[in-house]
């Protein structure tokens, strides 16, 4: 039981969703935990996951400072979905499971899967505004450390 001097604060959930589960959804679940400093629950899934993630954005994202060593790829179900304040889809399209109460929101990024490393850090930058920009809605007194992407 919490005394009024106890506020209980609710983590929000955010599941960031594609179709492989190997690219997009990692950069983003990944830059979501690494900024958000345990005030956001970040997941990511794939509607058709593959067996591991994509070896050009494990490359960039260790390059920067994020470890990619326990990402391994994870089925989206609906109980995940339900489970979360936002989903966020990223190219898995009708596929995502749809559960009301649930805040969607559609990130139209390329797929960084096969892609040369400038072109998947041009993906993880524009992932970077979007899960920083998301993270401040959801937690608005969040202070958000510097951009990976910023020059150190």
Known sequence: MTTPEEPTETVPQVVFACVRNGGRSVISRVLA????GGR????SAG???????????AEVLEALGLDTSRE???????????ASTVAVTLGCG?????????????WPVAD???QDPRTVRGIVADLDARVRALLV????DLE????????H
Not at 33 to 36: F, G, L, R, S, V
Not at 47 to 53: F, K, S
Not at 137 to 140: A, T
């Open 94 to 106: 009708e596929e995502c499971p749809y559960v009301p109460g649930v805040r969607y929101v559609d």
């Open 72 to 82: 391994v790829p994870e089925r989206l179900t609906r109980d995940t979905v339900a």
């Open 112 to 114: 960084p899967g096969g």
């Open 33 to 36: 935990e690494h900024y958000a």
């Open 137 to 140: 809605e959801l937690v608005p």
């Open 47 to 57: 509607t058709q996951p593959g067996e591991h993630i994509h070896a050009e954005v």
């Open 144 to 151: 958000l450390p510097p951009s990976v992407l910023a020059p």
């Open 40 to 43: 956001v629950r970040a997941l």
